[in-house]
């Protein structure tokens, strides 16, 4: 599958030591593995010229309280909190200045936050989405994406999962509805 560094980058979902180091507060091994391979996602686009966005799930400790519905906490239990170990990108991510991190407070990286801007400013069109959880911020981001009219690529072996058939449903669920799919080793930079 072939992209053009130029209008292309790669969104990294939430690798964070919550999601992706053993003493993280939701920490999934498959999450932890998919580490080295979105860092080989991110160094072939670096070394190609493609942009890099990183995303950080970040709660303040009150963020939920009052909600009517709306409750990570009360699903996950308290996670990523703001200013936590938790909260901060895997220390084996290469996360340069010219990168753009986006934090975030819900599943969707684009809910009230720049990330649509940042992309619009730099004539982005094409988003090769990994990271983790398939099925719940990768997907969310990704359908967000394809919505606002990015062209939205899972890269399926570089997805972080708690369970093998969430991430078979994120795949499935992408490649029906509003993405496309692709590998690591399919990804060609014109």
């Not at 991510?93 to 599943?107: A, F, G, I, S």
């Amino acid at each position: 599958m072939k992209f053009d560094p130029d209008s292309t980058a790669v969104v990294v979902v939430d690798v964070q030591n919550g999601f992706c180091h053993p003493d993280g507060s939701l920490y999934s091994p498959a999450s932890e593995e998919a580490v080295a391979d979105v860092t080989e996602v991110v160094s072939a686009a670096r070394d190609a010229g493609a942009s890099v966005v990183y995303t950080r799930d970040v709660h303040p400790p009150e963020q939920f309280e009052g909600n009517h519905y709306y409750d990570e906490f009360d699903r996950w239990g308290e996670h990523v909190l703001e200013d936590s170990w938790d909260a901060e990108l895997h220390a084996d991510l290469d996360v340069r200045e010219e990168d753009h991190v986006v934090e975030k407070h819900t599943y969707d990286a684009f809910y009230r936050t720049g990330l649509e801007g940042h992309l619009d400013t730099h004539k982005i069109d094409d988003l090769l989405v990994c990271g983790t959880l398939a099925n719940v911020c990768v997907l969310h981001t990704a359908g967000s994406a394809g919505l606002r009219d990015y062209r939205p690529v899972l890269v399926e072996d570089a997805l972080g999962y708690i369970e093998e058939d969430h991430k078979e449903y994120a795949i499935a669920h992408s490649d029906f509805l509003f993405g496309e799919l692709t590998t690591k080793d399919e990804i060609e930079f014109e």
